[in-house]
């Protein structure tokens, strides 16, 4: 796992980056989520740099989410990835989330 002080960064660091945005949700109940698993849902915005295959900087955003947003039941959570047009990337599933995330420095927006 990544340092989590280097996937957090302000808004005013975007540069030379593409806007990503990972959406985490849930079909299951509420109340049969595990406890802390609880925060997780939600829009996440990320950077990846430009220029990455598409299908890469969406890996590079679930990475640099799931780095700073741990889900012990990942199972019962989807992440889907957005662009900043708001058309769904598919991931490139063969890649490692988190060595794809550290290696192109992706990172959540505050």
Known sequence: MTDQTNSIRP???IEKHELFYVVISTES???NLYYDDREAMGCYKVCAPSGLAPSVAAVAALGA????VPIKHLWRFESRVF???GQEVEPDYDLDWYDTAEE??????K
Do not use: I, P, T
Not at 65 to 68: E, P
Not at 104 to 109: G, L, P, Q
């Open 29 to 31: 109940d509420f109340c």
């Open 104 to 109: 192109h420095k992706a990172y959540v927006v």
């Open 83 to 85: 662009d900043g047009d």
């Open 11 to 13: 808004e005013a660091e």
């Open 65 to 68: 989410v799931h780095s700073v």
